[in-house]
């Protein structure tokens, strides 16, 4: 994975379509369709976009998309997997890595609050260890997105520096504990200062680099993300998935929408935010 710009579409979901199946009395087995969607099309936008095809990846986990990294791996897609079981908190293995890991990157979802539980802290450093020690012995990058959740504190404060601080707090305590992912996964600010902070946290290790995450958000705004991380140093593209799939996967799924253009509508998104991130440099 280059450290110099990453394009990725992250359709690793499943908890939150196991919902949506569930609340529609749909069988799960349909969630893998959409994880071929989502395949499709990045496959488009890589067809046609020259920044794709050298930046992209794609991110989808082997639960319900095992035949679609196998595709992925042979296309030559730079795809990762999650290691993370989806949802859960503090941070769980949904298997043994060997079995969820088989793209060429690995990816972790830890959730963190300063004012969590000691025990709570300390377990999720443990297991963000193992997993990095196992990535540098399978010759995988490894990916840390990091999800602070906001309690009781005003929302628009906690998104300009709450949040930030906070983010900034647990990524000097990683690399503390000489834990350096190749790529820092970070929530988006319309802050200019919450993303300076952030920036700056990441820098202290001069190989590290961020990408931004979407949390579902419309695209309008997470280009004003974009925007304000224009000056960092750090950050590098993003990884990006609802804002992208969701609502024509949605309707595929409802049956309003063919595959073939809810395929081509993901394309579209998804090279809308290559776009917008292209602008802002």
Not at 150 to 171: N, V
Not at 195 to 224: E, F, P
Not at 236 to 243: D, E, K, L, P, Q
Not at 260 to 274: R, S
Request: some cysteine; aromatic content about 10%; proline content about 4%.
């Amino acid at each position: 994975m280059t450290s110099d710009r990453v394009y990725m579409l992250a359709a690793d979901h499943r908890w939150q379509w196991e919902e949506w199946c569930d609340a529609r009395s749909m069988p799960r087995a349909r969630i893998s369709d959409v994880k071929r969607l989502a395949y499709d099309g990045f496959l488009l936008a890589r067809d046609r976009s020259a920044a794709v095809c050298e930046y992209g990846a794609l991110l989808i986990d082997e639960q319900y998309a095992s035949p679609v990294i196998a595709d992925a791996l042979k296309a030559g897609v730079n795809v990762g997997t999650p290691a993370e079981k989806a949802g859960a908190f503090p941070l769980t293995w949904s298997e043994p890595f060997s079995r969820a890991l088989t793209g060429a990157f690995a990816k972790v979802l830890v959730r963190y609050r300063p004012d969590d539980d000691v025990e709570i802290r300390e377990g999720q450093w443990a297991k963000l260890k193992a997993l990095q020690t196992w990535c540098h012995g399978a010759g995988k990058p490894l990916v840390i997105e990091v999800l602070v959740p906001r309690r009781q504190e005003p929302e628009e404060e906690f998104d300009a520096s709450g949040r930030p601080a906070m983010l900034a707090g647990f990524i000097g305590e990683a690399y503390r504990r000489a834990l350096a992912p190749d790529l820092w996964k970070i929530e988006g600010t319309l802050s200019t200062e919450g993303a300076r902070i952030i920036d700056a946290a990441i820098a202290a290790d001069s190989w590290c680099r961020q990408i931004i995450l979407g949390k579902a958000a419309d695209l309008g705004t997470i280009a004003r993300w974009f925007a304000a991380a224009a000056g960092s140093r750090t950050a590098v593209g993003f990884a990006i998935g609802r804002s992208v799939f969701w609502e024509p996967s949605e309707a595929f799924l409802s049956g309003t929408r063919r595959a073939e253009q809810a395929a081509a509508d993901i394309c579209a998104n998804y090279l809308q935010l290559v776009d917008a991130w292209e602008s802002r440099n």
